[in-house]
């Protein structure tokens, strides 16, 4: 059976016995994959019609945001659409609440670039050292898939849809990569999802068809006869020659157990099946709000839709009244000699009549009430999503002057994003905690490298130096550090760092041109970090030797750390092999320190200076010298 008359048959009452006779609806417990395939197209044309309310206010919500008549979300479609406002100015005359809301929104929630850290529970010495590669192994992750950029595009969805959505996957080398999802191509059983916790998830996705022969070369007579899709624009489907595809995943019952798969079906042909071994998908979803159930968020434009509509409806009326109403009307008196062609808007203008003189009528074209309407409703929608007026607008509110006061003004207005800052720094976590299982159990790529830029070099992590189990360790997140936005509250900072000591008047006039906190701190810190990296290289079980102490190192730093390095690390049952390492890092740090031995003339060897006396003056005569030398050996001694 098509499934794409799937909304048709269902309905019929003959339908229902025939499906339950023929198809599987656990599609992941098929065997053969001809039936899996067949029960996965019944499935996903049931989620697909179940879905189009869904659908439609997805629809809807981009209407307001983007201020377009979109005929529909698919890429030519949205595209055409925008380009015809652009050209013809079909656009809708509105004062766009809900875009000023998501972009603000998104600038100030996504500027924050939280990092997990990992942290051992009570390890010994070697677990703290795999943790701590863990920390550089996802920091080189974050950076090798552009996390934090494309994640960008994620928030902006969530604010937008209520749920942003990133795929994980892996592509030809066997690598890790990420993408953004549009939630329009993910579908979830209600039923199953009740709870935001579903077990089984559909992704729907057009796919040029020379891409998928490449992908999937045995089945090309398959995707050679597979029809275009129906619903989707013809331009796409005649020049891109678009295949419609079906993904489906269904969690294992829990871990370890046997019963989860991934499959892959193009027009009801099966063209890639795995066990799929994680209890979780290879999505990582981030919602503005959640609702009380379901698995679907709720967005900013949904809030705002009522408010939105009502702006739009003003804005219209003002509009309409400034085109009626906008110029003045004249009154003149029947029968008063008036010539019409006198009665301009020139200025100077002479107008002779006879009889009753012309009235002309100047009343306001549009009431005062209708634009305090509009402003107040204006106001209220950012108040409901939480917005200052001075995130809004960059508009500094009235009696705020100090930057103190701007500050805790920001401060009150970041509590009301609380929420979302937590759903922020979630998305990340989670987003670290998949990356690790589908590298490890899925893939199995347990010899999984990454490069790490560091300060000064670049730094290869090896997953077999890190091994750690999941019960060792905990995650937590570091949010990156900057500075305030505004010019004051950014001047108010680099002055209290000043005053704090943190930082000497001519790093402050720097970071008042380049706001670059971390920057500064990193080139000031350049000393403890070098010593850092030698004691790091001490511990490391894969450095053979002791490198010696260079010149240029800062000794009495390096004598300080290493022998609290030392203390920690004998402490924590740290490598013997390692502690005498650090023993003699120690020891060539202190004769670099020590002061060099006075070699006088007759041999004797002057004692160190005491230390307090280096600046008590000398006696004033001579100082004796030693007496003679003895002629030679004593019989008898001991040399």
């Known amino acids: ?46 989620m697909l019609g179940d879905a189009d309310q869904r659908l439609q206010a997805n629809l809807r919500h981009a209407r307001l945001y ?63 050292q795999k943790a701590r590669k863990l920390d550089l192994f996802m920091r080189g992750l974050f950076y090798e898939t552009d996390v934090y950029n494309k ?21 030809d080398d066997g690598r890790l990569e990420c993408e953004r999802v549009s939630i329009d191509e993910i579908f979830v059983d209600d039923a ?99 609702r009380l159930r379901g698995y679907w968020g709720k967005g900013v434009a949904e809030e705002l839709t009522g408010i939105q509509l009502e702006l739009n409806r003003l804005m219209r009326s003002v509009s309409e009244q400034l085109r009626r109403k906008g110029r003045g009307r004249i009154f003149v008196q029947t029968g008063s000699k008036v010539n019409p062609n006198h009665l301009t808007n020139d200025i100077g203008d002479v107008v002779s009549y006879t009889g009753s003189p012309p009235i002309i009528d100047n009343v306001n074209a549009v009431a005062q009430e209708e634009f305090m309407q509009i402003d107040r409703l204006f106001r209220y929608a950012f108040q409901i999503v939480g917005i200052s007026e001075l995130s809004a607008m960059a508009k500094k509110p009235s009696g705020l002057d100090a930057a103190v006061a701007l500050r805790e003004y920001s401060d009150i207005e970041s509590e009301r994003f609380a929420l979302i800052h937590q759903a922020w720094e979630q998305f990340f976590l989670d987003y670290a905690a998949t990356s690790l299982e589908l590298i490890t159990k899925q893939w199995g790529h347990k010899g999984y490298k990454i490069k790490t830029p560091s300060k000064r070099y670049i730094i290869e992590v090896d997953w077999r130096d890190i091994n750690l189990d999941e019960d060792s360790y905990v995650m937590q997140m570091f949010p ?63 450095v053979p030797e002791l490198r010696p102490i260079e010149i240029y190192q800062n000794a009495q730093l390096l004598q300080s750390r290493a022998t609290a390095a030392y203390l920690y690390g004998r402490h924590h049952g740290a490598e013997e092999e390692r502690l005498d390492m650090l023993r003699q890092l120690i020891d060539q740090a202190t004769m670099i320190l020590a002061p060099p031995m006075a070699m006088p003339m007759g041999g004797a060897v002057m004692p160190p200076p005491i230390p307090g006396l280096a600046n008590v003056p000398a006696p004033a005569g001579p100082i004796p010298g030693p007496g003679p030398a003895p002629a030679g050996p004593v019989p008898g001694q001991v040399i």
């Open 66 to 128: 983007e201020n377009v008549d979109l005929g529909s979300l698919s890429g030519a479609t949205f595209s055409a659409d925008v380009v015809r406002q652009a050209v013809m100015g079909a656009g809708i005359i509105s004062l766009n609440v809900i875009a000023s809301c998501i972009d603000t929104l998104s600038a100030k929630i996504t500027k924050n670039k939280p990092r997990p850290s990992f942290l051992t529970t009570g390890g010994n010495w070697p677990q703290q």
């Open 480 to 542: 990156v550090s900057s500075l305030p936005q505004t010019p004051a509250a950014k001047y108010a900072k680099v002055k209290e760092m000043m005053m704090d000591g943190f930082i000497d008047k001519p790093v402050a006039q720097r970071l008042l041109e380049f706001p670059d906190i971390d920057a500064e701190q990193n080139l000031g810190n350049a000393a403890i970090d070098d010593v850092d990296a030698t004691i790091s290289a001490v511990m490391d079980e894969k």
């Open 192 to 290: 199953d999802g009740h709870d935001g916790n579903p077990r089984q998830m559909f992704r729907r996705k057009f796919v040029q068809r020379e891409v998928l022969c490449k992908l999937f070369p045995e089945y090309t007579d398959e995707i050679l006869a597979a029809p275009a899709p129906a619903d989707i624009n013809t331009i796409t489907s005649t020049i891109a020659d678009m295949v419609e595809v079906w993904e489906a995943w269904h969690l294992p019952s829990k871990d370890g157990a046997e019963d989860g798969k991934h499959a892959i079906s193009i027009d009801g042909c099966e063209v890639f099946c795995e066990d799929w071994k994680v209890c979780r998908f290879p999505f990582v979803v981030l919602r503005f709000k959640k």
């Open 1 to 46: 059976m098509d499934y794409k008359n799937m909304k048709a048959y269902k309905s019929s009452t003959e339908a229902k016995g025939e499906y339950a006779k023929r198809f599987h609806t656990a599609w992941w417990a098929e065997t053969e994959p001809k039936l899996r395939a067949e029960s996965m197209s019944i499935i996903a044309g049931k």
């Open 151 to 171: 994640a960008k595009n994620v928030g902006t969805d969530a604010f937008t849809w209520g749920t942003g959505m990133l795929q994980l996957f892996q592509n």
